[in-house]
């Protein structure tokens, strides 16, 4: 059915590309167009494209056609002229195909592929077109076939050299004529390669006379450049069949990975090739695929089809072979063909028994019976003979079982032997010969008792246990004969009690553990453990004492038993033996005296910190270690705090040593005598452990202080204080005044991140000390120009800039902003000073005069307290005193009146 459908859509295809062809109707009247009414009108048409008749006519036979009707069509009808196909001497007519040249080859992609698995095999061969890799794209260079017929869309390249020099790239139009420059245009389409050469220098003769003379001046050399797209027909099962434009150097095989490859419907073993209605080849992917040769793998022409049959007998195989998968087997192919294509079997197969589960052909079907069967077959009958065959059917399944995984022949031997495993139960029969051919004990076996796990035949287990030195001496009964899968365990001295080890640690270079010697001493270990032959690493070692830990005789205790480090490094006399289990530890000088003695500077000085005490070292040499002095530090003294050894009675700490500084650092050699009473401070007062120097800073050492101005001063800037007490308003006269635009009032003065409240123009105006403020380094003053405008804010109807109008209140601003809204609650009203006050709404509040610049801010009234939050008893009566207050205030005004 599919087959039929195929064949169908391609005749499809062919008839719609057939209407494309002008009718005779419209050849007429193009001829008429023409003024072409005699035959030597259709040989000026042939002129035009310099083709001879005899050229027209043997087109018109390579194109299936009768010499009029090739002229009707292509000569006078327009249609664009094709190289035609040929296969040999046969000639088939064929309908061309005509399009438009593409401007570049173009494939359809093709749609997501689809599943390559069924019940989790993998159907072999189609997971290879999954991907495109370019190493299968046709070539885009390579030798042309002589044969090789020209066309529109190929471009030809044209060598001219000796006496006359020049290049042409030159395409093929859609008429198959291609234009000279210096020569006009010529026929070329359906001129063979190997005949170009030869026609063209003909042609050319007539206007290079260099060419033809004798001997040629003039030398040509045609070639092709680039050639034509071809369209190619896939059709059968593939993704999206029909056509496509590919290389003129592609393959069946390029076709196939521009397509996608077949769908798993599709056979891979009976690709046909179809040229002018005939099947030019076959060609079948296993080939390709096992291999690897390309056989009828054929360069594709113009209008060749591609056909993918549906997928022949399909058998499943399994199990013991190296490539399980879904194969697709070809007429006559069975399970030795079936092995082939899988690899071969692994050597775990199971020769003597394979399963073919199969569903039964309709033709071997009966009634009441079912479809479905289980087939058991010798494999090892079929392999082995030549002639024995096992016949497949479609949908067959093929299981290859494994051996078996167990194993009998064998005994096995581990522990203290020279090589444990396992061992060949034929070549050693009893305990004796087993040990010999594990290449005997080891020096630390134990020879008084050795064990056999032994398996019975329904998988229980038996211990015995046997003398091993009797064994190996031959004793009948303790040179046990061996089973199969025997385990023997032979058992070292040193897994039945540990192995005796002395150690030493503490302060050496390398400690170390050592198996236990009979002649091991303390010395010994000492001098193995290394650093205390070296006299610097000696220094920092507790040369009075070492201790050797040693077990008691009770195996559960251990004592102490101390030794003279330094006379047993230099006497010998003083070593003794160890004992097995012995630990040595070397102790470092630190448990007796404080060896990292340091010092510590602090304060004015470039690296505070901690550093190494020197046996001589002074104030001078601390500071320098600690970068020396900054430039603010005091030079002439520095004060060092020291701890007595032995501590102070009462809340005394530490007391404290001013040393005076010499003018420079250089260091002499004084009294070496660290007494304090007869010290010259400035040379010989030497450092002690845990001294604290401490640099203090100079007290008459001031950093510049600077300040910023900006705004509507003379001469806006950063300035430099020259006492600790210059104040704002000599500032304001360092930068020449305010400028006749300055804004005095809403000047704002910064000093960090706070802005200090003052009335600049009180202060300048008047001189008035009292808004006077003393400057500090960082401090910024900015003078805004006059605004002439008050902001209002918040719950107001027109919120927005107003002018400012000398005189007006705040409530006079709020009228103008349109009244205040229904939530307004309150009127915050701040200067453009930065003073701030709070107005009320009530009849009786203040309503004071608005300035120049000043912001009016109306909040909203607050909201309610959240439901379920606690009721504010003192809030509450708050209130309600303060409603009597000014009731009572309204009713004694009201009396007043009265009166």
């Keep these: 059915m599919k087959q039929l459908i195929t064949s169908t859509l391609f005749i499809f295809i062919l008839t719609s590309v057939i209407s494309l062809a002008q009718t005779e109707q419209q050849i007429q009247q193009k001829l008429q167009q023409e003024g072409i009414t005699s035959m030597s009108d259709v040989q000026a048409e042939l002129k035009k494209r310099n083709m001879t008749e005899d050229d027209a006519r043997k ?97 030809l390249r044209l060598y001219l050299w000796g006496s006359v020099e020049l ?10 004529t291609i234009f000279i420059p210096t020569a006009g245009q010529y026929f070329v389409s359906g001129v063979s390669y190997k005949d170009l050469q030869v026609k063209m220098t003909r042609y050319l003769s007539k206007f290079y006379e260099g060419l033809a003379s004798e001997p040629p001046t003039i ?94 007998k399909t058998v499943t195989i399994k199990g013991e072979i190296l490539r399980p998968a879904i194969y697709e087997l070809k007429p006559g192919e069975n399970l030795k063909k079936l092995i082939d294509y899988s690899g071969r079997l692994k050597t775990t197969a199971y020769l003597g028994r394979a399963q073919v589960e199969r569903v039964l052909p309709f033709e071997q079907r009966k009634k009441f019976e079912l479809e479905r069967q289980f087939l058991d077959l010798d494999l090892s009958k079929i392999i082995g003979i030549k002639d024995e065959e096992f016949q497949l059917y ?43 051919e594990a290449y005997g004990v080891l020096p630390e076996v134990y020879y008084g008792k050795a064990d056999i796990i032994r398996t019975r035949p329904d998988e229980t287990y038996e211990f015995i246990s046997f003398n091993l030195g009797l064994a190996l001496q031959g004793d009948p009964l303790n040179n046990i004969n061996l089973k199969p899968r025997d385990q023997v365990k032979i058992y070292s001295i040193y897994e039945l009690v540990d192995r ?50 040693r077990i008691n005789p009770d195996g559960l205790t251990t004592r102490i038993i101390p030794f003279d480090l330094e006379k047993l490094l230099n006497d010998q006399s003083f070593n003794m033996q160890l004992n097995p289990g012995d630990k040595i530890y070397i102790y470092t000088a630190e448990v007796e005296k404080v060896l990292d003695k340091s010092v510590s500077v602090e304060g004015d000085v470039r690296s505070p910190g901690q550093f190494n005490l020197n046996s001589n070292m002074t104030v001078i040499d601390a500071i320098l270690q600690a970068g020396g002095f900054t430039e603010s530090s005091l030079r002439t003294e520095v004060y060092v705090n020291r701890l007595r050894p032995g501590g102070y009675p009462g809340d005394k700490l530490s007391e404290i040593y001013t040393v005076k500084l010499p003018v420079n650092f250089e260091k002499k050699q004084g009294n070496t005598d660290n007494s304090i009473d007869t010290l010259d401070t400035k040379t010989d007062f030497k450092l002690q452990h845990k001294d604290v120097v401490i640099v203090r800073k100079n007290p008459n050492y001031e950093p510049q202080r600077r300040v910023t101005i900006r705004g509507e001063v003379k ?97 006079d601003y709020i009228d103008r902003a349109g009244g205040e809204t229904d939530s307004a609650d309150y009127i915050i009203y701040r200067k453009a000073n930065g003073e701030s006050k709070k107005v009320g709404f009530g009849l009786f509040s203040s309503n004071p005069e608005a300035l120049d610049g000043s912001i009016i801010h109306v909040k909203r009234v607050p909201p309610p307290p959240p439901e379920g939050e606690k009721f504010d008893i003192a809030g509450t009566i708050k209130d309600v005193f303060a409603i009597a207050a000014s009731a009572a205030t309204l009713i004694y005004l009201v009396s007043q009146v009265k009166k």
Excluded at 397 to 425: C, M, W
Excluded at 426 to 436: G, P, R, T, Y
Excluded at 788 to 798: A, C, I, K, R, W
């Design 394 to 436: 479609d949908n067959d399944v093929v299981t290859i079982f494994p051996v078996l995984d167990r194993v009998e022949n064998f005994v096995k031997v581990e522990g203290a032997v020279y090589r444990s495993g396992t061992y060949e139960l034929s070549k050693v029969q009893n305990i004796k010969e087993l040990i010999s």
């Design 715 to 811: 001469y806006p800037g950063t300035y430099v204080l020259e006492n600790r007490k210059e104040k704002l308003l000599g500032l304001i006269k360092k930068a020449y005044g305010p400028t006749s635009e300055a804004f005095l009032f809403g000047s704002l003065f910064s000093r960090g991140d706070q802005r200090l409240v003052v009335d600049l123009e009180k202060l300048y105006d008047d001189e008035d000390e009292d808004y006077d403020v003393q400057l500090l380094e960082g401090d910024d003053v900015f003078i805004p120009k006059v605004p002439n405008t008050v902001l209002v804010t918040g719950e107001v109807n027109n919120p927005g800039l107003f002018k400012f109008l000398e005189g007006d209140n705040v409530k």
């Design 500 to 549: 005796k080890s002395v150690s030493i640690s503490g302060y050496v270079k390398s400690p170390v553990t050592l198996p236990y010697a009979d002649s091991l001493t303390l010395y010994d270990m000492v001098f193995r453990a290394g650093g205390l032959q070296d006299p610097i690493f000696r220094g920092r070692a507790f040369m009075m004492r070492g201790d050797l830990i």
């Design 59 to 155: 087109l018109a036979k390579q194109y299936g056609m009768d010499y009029d009707q090739f002229i009707k069509t292509y000569i006078l009808g327009g249609k664009a002229i094709e190289p035609p196909t040929t296969t040999g001497a046969t000639t088939v007519q064929t309908t061309v195909v005509t399009e438009e040249k593409p401007k570049e080859i173009e494939t359809t992609p093709p749609p997501p592929p689809t599943p390559k698995t069924e019940g989790g095999m993998e159907y072999f061969g189609y997971k290879i077109f999954e991907s495109i890799p370019t190493a299968f794209e046709p070539t885009a260079v390579g030798p042309i076939d002589p044969g090789y017929l020209i066309g529109p869309g190929d471009v």
């Design 167 to 176: 290049q042409h790239q030159l395409e093929v139009d859609a008429q198959g």
């Design 219 to 312: 030398f040509l050399d045609i070639s092709i450049a680039k050639l034509k797209p071809i369209k190619i027909f896939v059709l059968g099962e593939v993704p999206r069949p029909g056509g496509y434009n590919i290389s003129s150097f592609a393959t069946v095989f390029n076709a196939l990975y521009a397509v996608g490859g077949p769908l798993t419907s599709g056979s891979l073993r009976e690709i046909r090739v179809i040229r002018n209605n005939k099947v030019l080849t076959t060609v079948d992917l296993y080939d390709y695929l096992l291999k690897g040769q390309l056989i009828g793998d054929v360069r594709l022409q113009n209008n060749d089809m591609i056909f993918i049959p549906p997928r022949g």
